[in-house]
Protein backbone atom coordinates (compact mmCIF):
# COMPACT_ATOMS: atom_id res chain seq x y z
CA UNK A 1 0.00 0.00 0.00
CA UNK A 2 1.79 3.66 -1.44
CA UNK A 3 1.90 5.81 1.79
CA UNK A 4 -0.27 8.40 0.54
CA UNK A 5 -3.13 5.41 0.85
CA UNK A 6 -2.35 4.63 4.33
CA UNK A 7 -2.60 7.98 5.42
CA UNK A 8 -5.80 8.31 3.90
CA UNK A 9 -6.70 4.96 5.67
CA UNK A 10 -5.33 6.10 8.44
CA UNK A 11 -8.05 9.27 8.50
CA UNK A 12 -10.80 7.49 7.64
CA UNK A 13 -10.34 5.14 10.37
CA UNK A 14 -10.04 7.62 13.02
CA UNK A 15 -13.25 9.58 11.59
CA UNK A 16 -15.33 6.95 11.76
CA UNK A 17 -14.24 5.08 15.53
CA UNK A 18 -14.09 8.81 17.35
CA UNK A 19 -16.72 8.93 19.50
CA UNK A 20 -19.13 10.97 18.50
CA UNK A 21 -20.04 12.39 22.35
CA UNK A 22 -16.46 13.58 22.83
CA UNK A 23 -16.31 15.63 19.73
CA UNK A 24 -17.35 19.48 19.59
CA UNK A 25 -20.57 19.37 17.80
CA UNK A 26 -19.64 19.54 14.08
CA UNK A 27 -20.81 22.82 11.80
CA UNK A 28 -23.64 22.43 8.99
CA UNK A 29 -21.77 21.81 5.63
CA UNK A 30 -23.46 23.51 2.30
CA UNK A 31 -24.35 20.70 0.06
CA UNK A 32 -24.34 22.16 -4.02
CA UNK A 33 -25.58 20.63 -7.07
CA UNK A 34 -22.18 21.11 -9.14
CA UNK A 35 -21.50 20.76 -12.70
CA UNK A 36 -23.21 17.77 -14.52
CA UNK A 37 -25.49 16.99 -11.23
CA UNK A 38 -22.69 15.71 -9.03
CA UNK A 39 -22.76 17.31 -5.26
CA UNK A 40 -19.83 19.42 -3.83
CA UNK A 41 -19.57 20.37 -0.58
CA UNK A 42 -18.25 23.76 1.20
CA UNK A 43 -18.74 25.90 4.31
CA UNK A 44 -21.57 28.25 4.72
CA UNK A 45 -20.91 31.85 4.09
CA UNK A 46 -22.12 33.10 7.45
CA UNK A 47 -19.40 30.23 9.41
CA UNK A 48 -17.14 32.00 7.05
CA UNK A 49 -17.56 35.24 7.94
CA UNK A 50 -17.61 34.33 11.79
CA UNK A 51 -15.17 31.65 12.16
CA UNK A 52 -13.02 32.25 9.17
CA UNK A 53 -12.09 29.42 6.42
CA UNK A 54 -11.19 26.23 7.97
CA UNK A 55 -7.96 24.64 7.12
CA UNK A 56 -9.36 21.69 4.88
CA UNK A 57 -7.80 17.69 6.33
CA UNK A 58 -10.21 15.58 4.71
CA UNK A 59 -13.36 14.63 3.08
CA UNK A 60 -15.84 11.13 3.39
CA UNK A 61 -19.02 10.53 1.92
CA UNK A 62 -20.83 7.78 3.31
CA UNK A 63 -23.79 5.59 2.87
CA UNK A 64 -25.87 6.11 5.98
CA UNK A 65 -29.24 4.76 4.29
CA UNK A 66 -31.30 1.74 6.29
CA UNK A 67 -28.50 1.85 9.79
CA UNK A 68 -26.07 0.93 7.67
CA UNK A 69 -22.50 3.02 7.15
CA UNK A 70 -20.39 2.21 3.74
CA UNK A 71 -17.77 4.69 2.74
CA UNK A 72 -18.45 5.59 -0.98
CA UNK A 73 -15.52 7.79 -0.90
CA UNK A 74 -12.81 9.62 0.82
CA UNK A 75 -9.82 11.97 0.21
CA UNK A 76 -7.28 13.36 2.50
CA UNK A 77 -4.85 15.87 1.98
CA UNK A 78 -1.39 16.36 2.93
CA UNK A 79 0.01 18.82 5.51
CA UNK A 80 2.06 20.15 3.02
CA UNK A 81 -0.84 20.64 0.34
CA UNK A 82 -2.67 22.43 3.21
CA UNK A 83 -5.39 24.96 2.06
CA UNK A 84 -8.49 26.66 3.33
CA UNK A 85 -12.03 25.91 2.63
CA UNK A 86 -13.99 29.22 1.57
CA UNK A 87 -17.74 29.49 0.34
CA UNK A 88 -16.79 30.12 -3.28
CA UNK A 89 -14.27 26.65 -3.14
CA UNK A 90 -16.59 23.58 -4.01
CA UNK A 91 -15.39 20.16 -3.31
CA UNK A 92 -16.69 17.76 -5.95
CA UNK A 93 -17.58 14.34 -5.10
CA UNK A 94 -15.63 11.72 -6.49
CA UNK A 95 -12.54 14.83 -7.05
CA UNK A 96 -10.49 15.71 -9.50
CA UNK A 97 -6.93 16.32 -8.04
CA UNK A 98 -5.19 13.36 -8.66
CA UNK A 99 -1.79 13.82 -7.06
CA UNK A 100 -4.28 13.76 -3.51
CA UNK A 101 -5.03 10.82 -1.59
CA UNK A 102 -8.26 9.07 -2.22
CA UNK A 103 -10.36 6.23 -2.53
CA UNK A 104 -12.20 4.97 -6.01
CA UNK A 105 -15.68 6.81 -5.72
CA UNK A 106 -18.64 4.28 -5.69
CA UNK A 107 -21.86 5.89 -8.18
CA UNK A 108 -24.23 7.71 -6.06
CA UNK A 109 -27.89 6.32 -6.33
CA UNK A 110 -31.23 7.62 -6.17
CA UNK A 111 -33.37 7.39 -2.80
CA UNK A 112 -29.82 6.48 -0.76
CA UNK A 113 -28.93 9.17 1.87
CA UNK A 114 -25.55 9.82 2.25
CA UNK A 115 -23.32 11.76 5.08
CA UNK A 116 -20.37 13.86 3.92
CA UNK A 117 -17.87 14.77 6.80
CA UNK A 118 -14.97 17.74 6.32
CA UNK A 119 -12.23 17.62 9.28
CA UNK A 120 -10.78 19.94 9.56
CA UNK A 121 -7.18 21.41 11.47
CA UNK A 122 -8.41 23.11 14.93
CA UNK A 123 -9.40 26.31 14.64
CA UNK A 124 -8.11 28.49 16.67
CA UNK A 125 -11.65 30.34 18.40
CA UNK A 126 -12.73 27.65 21.06
CA UNK A 127 -16.42 28.29 19.78
CA UNK A 128 -15.35 27.32 16.38
CA UNK A 129 -16.75 23.88 15.07
CA UNK A 130 -14.14 20.95 14.54
CA UNK A 131 -15.43 19.31 11.13
CA UNK A 132 -18.62 20.32 9.15
CA UNK A 133 -20.80 17.85 8.45
CA UNK A 134 -24.56 17.43 6.21
CA UNK A 135 -26.73 14.57 4.77
CA UNK A 136 -28.11 14.95 1.71
CA UNK A 137 -29.92 12.50 -1.53
CA UNK A 138 -29.98 12.42 -4.59
CA UNK A 139 -33.77 12.02 -6.60
CA UNK A 140 -34.45 11.80 -10.32
CA UNK A 141 -36.22 15.14 -12.14
CA UNK A 142 -38.87 14.76 -14.96
CA UNK A 143 -36.52 15.95 -17.60
CA UNK A 144 -34.19 12.90 -16.48
CA UNK A 145 -31.54 15.11 -14.34
CA UNK A 146 -30.70 14.58 -11.15
CA UNK A 147 -31.93 16.56 -7.87
CA UNK A 148 -29.97 17.38 -4.86
CA UNK A 149 -31.50 17.48 -1.70
CA UNK A 150 -29.97 18.62 1.49
CA UNK A 151 -31.39 16.99 4.73
CA UNK A 152 -31.23 18.13 8.14
CA UNK A 153 -28.94 16.43 10.33
CA UNK A 154 -31.46 14.27 12.22
CA UNK A 155 -32.26 12.54 8.91
CA UNK A 156 -31.96 9.16 9.46
CA UNK A 157 -33.04 7.81 5.61
CA UNK A 158 -34.80 9.27 2.81
CA UNK A 159 -38.04 7.53 2.97
CA UNK A 160 -41.43 9.66 3.30
CA UNK A 161 -39.35 12.87 2.13
CA UNK A 162 -40.06 14.75 -1.32
CA UNK A 163 -37.35 13.92 -3.05
CA UNK A 164 -35.85 11.03 -1.30
CA UNK A 165 -37.46 8.29 -2.77
CA UNK A 166 -36.13 5.89 -5.36
Not at 93 to 115: C, D, H, I, M
Not at 129 to 158: E, H, I, M, W
Request: contains cysteine.
Amino acid sequence: MRPSQQILCCIVAAIFSADARAAPHPGELDVRQGSGGIPCFTVFQKDERVFGSPEFRSISVTDVTAGGRMLMWAMAIPPERAFRVTFRLCIPYAGRLPVLPKTNALPLQLGKVYEVLIDIKPPMLATAPRAYRARFCLSGKADGGLQLRTLNSGAVDGKGRPGCGA
